[in-house]
């Protein structure tokens, strides 16, 4: 079974087994503002702060769940209208909102913790960490990272050999924090190839992408809040130190 095709039948699954079809509360999400998302860090080049990236929240029963998007939507909706409805048919707007509400279901469960982004200086502290437990766990590897998160590619660069890979096209071919950003469908192959493991992010989950790093042959490490309810319910390995 296709990635979607099992994310799309444990989330059925759930919404069966906890009875939450047919749930009289509403599901409401909003856009968030990018200060809302991650506050005030100090370094500015994060792709929210950028305009790049978007990101949307769902709110269940006072639990909250957020996601990524380049297609950032409101909308409001049952858990079953939501939930249980064809995975390959979204586009990436609706998919971060079956993503947010999906986390936010999640919440609301206990199932899954860390639904809502770092924010301030948390990503720098996260991002110390994780070099920390990467150094600890798995040594001196080539690390493979999908996705551009500058205070995660600043630190890590620092302690391992790495390469980096974006769909952005401001990003890719440019040196940034001391890396050059390679393109995210042209280099792929070639990275997944090269690294020992590789750090992706969740945002893949929404884009489409993250079937290129499922299921494959050596450590696969997504990272950050979107990814949170799909980790727990697909058995991913997610690393988040400071989400909400």
Known sequence: MKF????????????????????????????????????????????????????????????????????????QGTIEEILITPLRKKSNGEMAVFIATLNAVMSYLGMAEKMRHCSDEEPERCSRELCAFLKGKYGNVRVGIVGYQPAMIDHLHREFTIRVLDLNP??????????????GKKHKDAVIQWADLLLVTGSTVVNGTIEDYYGLEKPVLFYGNTIAGTAVLMDLKRVCYYGK
């Open 170 to 183: 401001d990003n890719i071919g440019k040196i940034k924090n001391g890396v050059l950003i390679e393109d």
């Open 4 to 75: 979607y095709e099992k994310l799309q039948t444990k989330a059925e699954q759930l919404v069966q087994d906890k009875g939450l079809q047919g749930y009289p509360v509403e599901v409401s999400g909003k856009v968030l503002k990018p200060e809302e998302a991650i506050g005030r860090p100090e370094r500015r080049d994060f792709p929210l702060l950028q305009g790049k990236e978007l990101m949307v929240e769902a709110e269940f029963q006072g639990h909250k769940g957020q996601a990524f998007t380049s297609e950032p939507q409101v909308f």
